[in-house]
Every structure is written in C-alpha cells, then in structure tokens.
C-alpha cells in the first residue's frame, strides 16, 4: 500500500507560480510511474503530466507544456510539479497518482493509488 499526501497547492494571481509536492510513503515508490492530474469544478479529472520510475522520461499535456514541469527524487520519495506563469483556467484540485504498473500512461483508471488533492485557486 502506497499513500501519498499532495501539498503547495495555494491562491495565487495571473501569472504566479506554485510549486506542488507529493510525498509518498513505501519503498516502492521508487519503481512507480507518478502522475498529476487536476479536476476543476464540473468538470472531469484530467491528465496533467507523468514522470517514470527513474525520471528519464516524462510528459506534460499540451495545454501546459510549456508553463508546468514534472520531476521527482527517489530519496526523498517526493515527486514535483512546477507550474508557472498560472492562469484562471488552471484553478482545479490537484491530485499526484501512482502507477505501481511501472508502465506510462495518460488515463486516470490505470493508475493505482491517489492522494487527496491540494486546491490551486488562480486569481485574474
């Protein structure tokens, strides 16, 4: 059993950035493809980006590609998400996920354990 406790999540302005945490608990963590997703209200929980095991590869969804940037350290069992330059529409609850599966995927469903989410609020 992995747990995972997201944090960094906050209010911030136009523009601002946020660094978001994800501390996971095990010591598989290691061997595990991380993912962030967001949900904003009223809409469905969409994919932001994945990190593998090792940190070798990564991707980050279009959308924000070019603001967010995902990284982890298998030390501290800690993965990372910077986003800058945040905009309104990135106002959502932010969940990390785990895929003990190793394998890198997009889809919520195949990942296999989930925190509780930081609430990143961006003010226009």
């Known amino acids: 059993q992995v747990q995972l406790v997201e944090s960094g999540g906050g209010l911030v302005q136009d523009g601002g950035s946020l660094r978001l945490s994800c501390a996971a608990s095990?010591?598989?963590?290691?061997?595990?493809?991380m993912g962030w997703f967001r949900q904003a209200p009223g809409k469905d929980r969409e994919f932001v980006a994945y990190?593998?095991?090792?940190?070798?590869?990564?991707f980050v969804a279009e959308p924000v590609k070019r603001r967010f940037t995902i990284s982890r350290d298998n030390v501290k069992n800690t993965v990372y998400l910077q986003m800058n330059n945040l905009k309104p529409e990135d106002t959502a609850l932010y969940y990390c996920?785990?895929?003990?599966?190793?394998?890198?995927?997009?889809?919520?469903?195949?990942?296999?354990?989930w925190g509780q989410g930081t609430q990143v609020t961006v003010s226009s």
């Open positions: 095990g010591r598989a963590f290691s061997s595990y493809t």
């Open positions: 996920a785990a895929d003990r599966s190793g394998v890198l995927d997009t889809t919520a469903s195949r990942y296999d354990y």
């Open positions: 990190i593998s095991w090792s940190g070798a590869s990564t």
